[in-house]
């Protein structure tokens, strides 16, 4: 099992930054690839970014590309996202999920976060 708790979720006025954080604790941190979904009011959980068991490789969604970058530490069990030039579309709730297999994180991630609020005000 592996437990995954974000943090750093809050308003902020469209232009601005935000970084979110994901705490892993259970099983080995580093054995699994790492992402981050998001879902807003009345639509469908999506994805945003993920990253790969080392760190060495990211993927991005192609609406937070050159905005968000992803990171991770494996020696204190955290994921990071940092969200700069938010719009007012970026609004949702961010959830960590985490997997065995690259595409296991993007399709159908084996564990989840409970969320984090993100609100941008245009």
């Known amino acids: 099992q592996v437990q995954l708790v974000e943090s750093g979720g809050g308003l902020v006025q469209a232009g601005g930054s935000l970084r979110l954080s994901c705490a892993a604790s259970g099983r080995t941190f580093s054995g699994y690839v790492m992402g981050w979904f998001r879902q807003a009011p009345g639509k469908e959980r999506e994805f945003v970014a993920a990253?790969?068991?080392?760190?060495?490789?990211?993927y991005y969604a192609d609406s937070v590309k050159g905005r968000f970058t992803i990171s991770r530490d494996n020696a204190e069990n955290t994921m990071y996202l940092q969200m700069n030039s938010l719009k007012p579309e970026d609004t949702a709730v961010y959830y960590c999920?985490?997997?065995?297999?690259?595409?296991?994180?993007?399709?159908?991630?084996?564990?989840w976060g409970q969320g984090s609020q993100v609100t941008v005000s245009s």
């Open positions: 990253i790969s068991w080392s760190g060495g490789s990211a």
């Open positions: 999920a985490a997997d065995p297999s690259a595409m296991g994180v993007r399709q159908s991630p084996d564990y």
